[in-house]
């Protein structure tokens, strides 16, 4: 079929019939928060609906849609829905409509996080954005597909997935369907990983290192500066030699232009801890936490292998650390006492550099040129651990989404119908595009 009949026969997004199906999931979002241990979502309340709008075109019931719920942990499946085409070993897919949403307080929002409410262009509530839209959305062409019947040379596959980030429950989502091998198959074509924002191809994503520094000091009396090793100090003089050191050995890194990253690989505290204690009291123990955002061009375990250098080194030659003021000290000669450090690291992910020679990178760009009007692919050190796995796994995996940037994982959050009616058309000109 041409381009351009395919895509009429395809048509616009249902808004009806999406609002409609919106409306039911985002009313489970209450239960879909993923914050263990206390908030397990239960992906099988979105999958509920999802069957309702897709079962009566599957092939139970005559229709074209091959539907498989596969389900790992009670409450928490998966959703594989497939429109055949005729050319065995050609496909296309639609993944990473995760069905979870962060958490929400009501009492700091400006409307209820646990229903749809519609303000002009903007559809509001928990997941709207990242990433039940993504989810209504990619159902509702799955559902045009099978109403309007084109013959297809494709295989087109939508994959919603129970979450495993963040989860207390790991071997429910996409590393399950993998290693039980349901998804081999998408190995015949493009991958589009369908949860970002701002409807713009997003090229690259960043690793993550979760780190702990471990702060060893001896508390006293603030008034005997002199007979303490304050581990405050020597928490913020050791984390900046560590950045100091961190940011020599990995620069900004040039392919970091041509993916458009915003920032280059990042080391930094985010969280700071200690035992509590009086006012004059000098702490003998604190614990300092951050992250490394490393860009895709740059390997996680030689990153790890260096921030344990620098530890090494600074636990090696206290005495060249500097102090804060005439009585500040790291050693205790005289007790023979040293302060010290200790790293250690949480899980690291690595991130991700889409293939900008493929066919699904060249499809994606014109898709999206052609219904947005214009095309900025763009690259961020947010992670997304899912998609790299896939990436080494051998898929060609790029990424896309139609919410909004601003308001992902916000209070407040929505995304705006006029930009999920232009994702809709993105995926059905790249349908059309790969059927040429």
């Known amino acids: 079929m041409a ?44 999958i509920k609906h999802v069957l309702d709008c897709l079962l009566p075109y599957s092939t139970t019931t005559g229709g074209p849609l091959i539907v498989n719920h596969v389900t790992y942990f009670p409450g928490r499946g998966n959703l594989i829905v497939e429109y055949p085409g005729t050319q065995p070993g050609k496909i296309l897919s639609f993944v990473g409509m995760h069905m979870d949403v962060v958490t929400a307080n009501p009492n700091d929002w400006d409307f209820d996080p646990f229903s749809l409410s519609i303000d002009g262009d903007k559809l509001r509530g928990r997941g709207t954005t990242d990433c039940l839209g993504h989810v209504a959305l990619v159902t509702e062409l799955m559902k045009r597909l099978a109403e309007t019947k084109p013959k297809l040379e494709s295989t087109v596959v939508a994959v919603f997935i129970a979450n495993e980030e963040n989860s ?23 991958l589009f990983w369908i949860d970002t924002a701002d409807k713009q191809p997003c090229i690259g994503t960043g690793g993550m290192i979760p780190w702990k520094l471990q702060v060893t000091g001896k508390l006293f009396h603030s008034g005997l500066p002199h007979k303490a090793i304050n581990a405050l100090e020597l928490g913020m003089e050791a984390l900046k030699e560590i950045q100091l050191r961190f940011y020599k050995d990995f620069p900004p890194h040039p392919d970091e232009q041509v993916y458009g990253f ?67 000290k790291y050693i205790l000669h005289d007790e023979n006492l040293r302060g010290s450090l200790t790293l250690t690291f949480d899980e690291a992910t690595s991130g991700v550099a889409c293939d900008l020679n493929s066919r699904g990178f ?71 595009q790969l059927e040429d």
């Open 262 to 328: 915003a920032t280059p690989s990042t080391m930094k505290p985010t969280q700071w801890n200690y035992p509590g204690g009086g006012i004059n009291q000098i702490p003998g123990e604190c614990t300092i936490s951050g992250d490394v955002r490393l860009t895709p061009f740059y390997n996680v375990k030689d990153v790890m292998s260096k921030l344990q250098e620098y530890v090494d080194y600074i636990n090696e030659n206290l005495n060249k650390l500097d102090t804060r003021g005439p009585v500040s």
């Open 3 to 46: 381009t351009s009949n395919l895509k009429q026969t395809l048509g616009d997004l249902n808004k009806e019939s999406f609002i409609s199906l919106l409306t039911k999931i985002i009313g489970e979002s209450k239960f879909l928060q993923n914050n263990p241990p206390e908030l397990i979502p239960e992906e099988d309340r979105v």
């Open 168 to 190: 207390a429950i790991t071997g429910v989502g996409v590393d399950a369907l993998v290693k039980d091998g349901l998804l081999d198959k998408l190995k015949g074509g493009p």
């Open 362 to 432: 060249h499809v994606l760009c014109k898709a999206t040129e052609e219904a947005v009007g214009h095309v900025k692919p763009y690259s961020i050190t947010g992670s997304l651990p899912l998609i790299r796995e896939l990436q080494d796994e051998g898929f060609d995996v790029q990424t896309a989404g139609y919410g909004l940037m601003a308001t992902y994982h916000a209070k407040n959050e929505y995304c705006l119908l006029s930009d999920m009616c232009q994702g809709y058309h993105v995926f059905t000109g790249i349908i059309a």
